[in-house]
């Protein structure tokens, strides 16, 4: 069964996409327009609810959030592809530590300058410039942490890539390229080889090839 991937074009989706091209399972995608509207269509709020990208779909077993997409996908195919789990419990354990630092530290204020910085003109709102300020300066101080972290181990998680590397890329990259805030990553010796590193994989510059983001800025 060719599992069914909805938003490619977003970056919470392309999370999934690197996670199924690692795990080497078979998928195919659904485009779904943000800027029109469509994830409010009822049709959507069928599969997805709150009306947000992505969703999965493996014939009629379907998924909503994308960490919890990771977490089935990297368990279901443990055996095969790379592992993005680790291999003891105790290795797991720190994989989930940081997958959730990356859910609760990280991405808030990262999301929030790419609608700020990103999609505010798109979707018709004007630019809040003291929300993009505190937003930095969060960012700033998760990466700090991070800094500290990677000094003393290659990835988040260890001495292995895991999902909790792998869920930071759709977001960085954003950070990067289309919001001109290279210099955060840059400025950190340790955080600066961390990316280069994650986001050389083979994997991932082939998600960024083959499904672009929805509008260059
Ligand atoms: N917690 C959700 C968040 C997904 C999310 O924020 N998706 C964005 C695209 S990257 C979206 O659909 N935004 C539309 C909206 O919030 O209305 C997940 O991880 O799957």
Redesign the pocket.
Known sequence: MVVKVY?PA????KRVLVCLIEKEVEFETVPVD?LKGE?KDPEFLKLQPF????VTQDGDYTL????AILRYYAEKYKSQGTDLLGKTVEERGLVENWLEVEAQSYNPPI?TLTVQIMFSSKLGFPRDENLIKESEEKLAKVLDIYEERLSKSKYLAGDFFSLADLSHLPFTQYLVDQMGKEYMIRSRKHVSAWWDDISSRPSWQKVLQLYAAPFKN
Do not use: I, Q
Not at 10 to 13: E, G, K, L, M, T
């Open positions: 938003g977003y970056a919470s989706p943000l994830h009306g947000t990208v992505p909503y959030e994308s960490r999301y």
